[in-house]
């Protein structure tokens, strides 16, 4: 089984940052694609940026453009989302996801973490 476990949220002023941090704990042959979602109240769950199996490649959503960028260490198994001039349209609960190859077979599973809440204050 894998786990996917978030941390850095927490109640900032806006303007501030944050810095996420996901980390995959668990048996697997290799992790790949790891995103940044978020959701609001009341509002669907969105993408917020993706990272490559390798970091080579990155993209985000264009709300977050120029504001937020993701990055990886693939010898700690963990993703980062560092997140500069927040604003309260950023307030939500921002969940880790990952596709995971759990053997040498090309299959891969999806894996979700719990949420982590980052709340901006005006």
């Known amino acids: 089984q894998v786990q996917l476990v978030e941390s850095g949220g927490g109640l900032v002023q806006a303007g501030g940052s944050l810095r996420l941090a996901c980390a995959a704990s668990?048996?697997?042959?290799?992790?790949?694609?790891m995103d940044w979602y978020r959701q609001a109240p009341g509002n669907q769950r969105e993408l917020v940026a993706t990272?490559?199996?390798?970091?080579?490649?990155?993209n985000y959503a264009d709300s977050v453009k120029g504001r937020f960028t993701i990055s990886r260490d693939n010898a700690r198994n963990t993703v980062y989302l560092q997140m500069n001039s927040l604003n309260v349209d950023d307030t939500a609960v921002y969940y880790c996801?990952?596709?995971?190859?759990?053997?040498?077979?090309?299959?891969?599973?999806?894996?979700w973490g719990q949420g982590t809440q980052v709340t901006v204050s005006s």
């Open positions: 990272i490559s199996t390798n970091g080579d490649n990155t």
């Open positions: 668990g048996s697997f042959f290799q992790i790949n694609a």
């Open positions: 996801h990952a596709m995971v190859q759990r053997s040498r077979a090309r299959y891969e599973y999806a894996y």
